[in-house]
């Protein structure tokens, strides 16, 4: 039960930290650091597996392709494009974004099929 805690503990954690990206977004040197202390957090408390890495990594390249398609028809622009019309911190977002849903969606799958003794 102390695990789950934990693992609740870090994602709401993520999630603040990810919430300070959105509210920073004009900060260039604050969101590499709070991107890369999200990825520490998730990366190390949370244990990732080998498909968690393969997720990460598949979303680390469809997500932003679809944010620079998006960007490149004109649905809607970054205020700091770094290259293709993207942040530079983009992919590291997906990449995490991925890890924090996946890991809180298993969370929340124990916690509903605990049994009570």
Not at 17 to 22: D, G, P, T
Not at 53 to 65: N, Q
Not at 92 to 97: L, Y
């Amino acid at each position: 039960m102390f695990k789950l805690l934990l693992q609740f503990a870090v994602e709401g954690i993520s999630a603040f930290l990810l919430l300070s990206v959105i509210l920073l977004f004009d900060e260039l040197v604050m969101i590499p650091i709070a991107i890369c202390i999200i990825s520490g957090l998730v990366l190390y408390y949370l244990h990732p597996t080998k498909a968690d890495l393969i997720g990460a990594i598949l979303a680390s390249f469809i997500g932003p392709l679809a944010d620079i398609l998006s960007s490149y028809y004109g649905s809607w622009s970054f205020a700091n494009d770094q290259f293709f019309g993207i942040p530079a911190w983009l992919p590291v977002s997906w990449a995490v974004n991925f890890l924090l849903f996946r890991r809180l969606s298993q969370t929340i799958y124990d916690l509903l099929h605990i049994t009570k003794p």
